[in-house]
């Protein structure tokens, strides 16, 4: 890449970073929102001025092509998600599909003919702010998430999916956004890693072997309420005490396996009434509980599951688990990370192989087509903050590896 594509990408981030439901430099681009349809049009304008052909399915997922010489077979995908939680920064996901978008006019620039295909793909809502779950547009097209269920999608205001996706101008039959398993020949995303490992070690890039999925669960615990003061402790049935409990129960179910691999967190929890004199009756608890291993996850899921028994009876409180989701770990395809690689060692770039502990839109298309993730430091490992960062140096090297290896990869 020569000085002056890299400052023009740069350009590119910036002015899509200032379109945003807040000042910068606080990025908020909730899923249909008018920020988020001005980001999407934006986008598109680039891509049209890249000469690529343009369609939108029934959620909002984008596809900009660069037509090959044989149209009739599948393209190389490439691309990531413009919308972004609120108080977000400017890099995450928007330097796969505008990090994407320049890979192919380097391409373009430098006379290279593809004979597959490369196709650019908008994700809608990776992000779970607005229907509390994420990645909606991949989880639909990998059949993932079906137009039933997705129908039933409420925002926390109680406007449904198909309400907004109508206003937001996306009209269609959403059972013609599932593709078929050989509507891609291979996926790669590039992507900021959002951990420190690669700028803590000097490492350019990270060649993602595996994607850890999480399982969700909501639990709520019903005990029975009383003043703090009057009801004794041996009579209590606080449902407080009891998700305390369960809390340090998931801690223990994860440590237990033995892989730094596994992880579980609750992240929520709410308290009923929440008065500091009144004894806890109901408590709501949301746990997130990942691994590369489907197998080892499950089983700390079926750990947790049984002191969700074993507290209830103990404390006389009754408790319900609701499994939301549990998304299956991706591997990462040999021949993609085999390409990357010596595209990377062709680019003077150093590397290393490593774990994606977040999830992305690349974790759905492994359901239909083969994928690999390309990761590029981050400042600090921060990112979902305004502070969020991505140096012109490291934004050019995964621009640059991932043209090297969608050229490859399209012949």
């Not at 006389?316 to 390409?339: F, H, K, S």
């Not at 759905?364 to 981050?378: E, G, K, N, S």
Request: hydrophobic letters at 45%; aromatic letters at 4%.
């Amino acid at each position: 890449m020569t000085t002056r594509s890299i400052d023009n990408l740069i350009a590119e981030l910036n002015s899509l970073a200032q379109i945003s439901a807040e000042a910068p430099p606080v990025v908020t681009r909730v899923v249909f929102s008018e920020a988020d349809l001005r980001a999407r049009a934006y986008v598109k304008s680039l891509c049209a001025t890249a000469g690529l052909t343009i369609h939108e399915d029934a959620i909002g997922n984008t596809f900009a092509r660069w037509e090959g010489s044989d149209p009739h077979i599948a393209p190389i995908g490439t691309g990531s998600h413009i919308d972004a939680i609120p108080n977000a920064g400017a890099y995450d996901g928007t330097v796969g599909v505008l990090g994407g978008l320049e890979a192919i006019r380097v391409l373009q620039q430098m006379g290279f003919q593809p004979r597959r295909s490369i196709e650019l793909v908008i994700f809608t809502a990776e992000e779970p702010t607005r229907f509390g779950i994420g990645c909606l547009g991949s989880r639909m097209m990998g059949s993932v998430l079906s137009p039933a269920q997705a129908l039933q999608l409420r925002d926390k205001d109680g406007v449904g999916l198909e309400e907004l996706r109508t206003q937001a101008g996306f009209k269609g039959a959403l059972s013609t956004v599932a593709l078929s398993q050989d509507r891609f020949h291979r996926f790669i995303e590039l992507h900021i890693e959002q951990g420190p490992a690669l700028e803590e070690q000097g490492i350019d890039l990270g060649l993602v072997t595996h994607i850890a999925a999480p399982a969700s669960l909501r639990v709520l615990i019903e005990g029975e309420g009383g003043h703090a003061g009057a009801k004794l402790m041996p009579g209590r049935k606080d449902a407080l005490a009891a998700g305390a409990e369960l809390v340090l129960a998931l801690e223990a179910a994860v440590l237990a396996t033995g892989s730094l691999d596994t992880v579980g967190t609750v992240g929520v929890c709410e308290v009923f009434p929440g008065a500091v004199n009144s004894i806890p009756s109901r408590v709501r608890l949301e746990t997130d509980i990942r691994d590369i291993s489907g197998v080892r996850r499950d089983l700390v899921l079926s750990a947790f599951n049984e002191a969700c028994s074993n507290v209830g009876l103990k404390r006389g409180v009754t408790i319900t688990t609701q499994l939301v989701n549990a998304d299956p770990p991706a591997t990462c395809d040999e021949e993609i990370l085999t390409v990357m690689e010596r595209a990377a060692i062709d680019a003077g770039k150093s590397y290393k192989q490593m774990v994606s502990r977040a999830y992305h839109d690349s974790l759905f298309m492994a359901r239909i087509t083969p994928v690999a993730m390309l990761f590029i430091p981050c400042r600090g490992g921060v990112s979902h903050r305004p502070d969020e960062y991505a140096s012109p140096e490291w934004i050019g090297a995964g621009v640059h590896v991932l043209a090297r290896t969608l050229a490859t990869l399209a012949l």
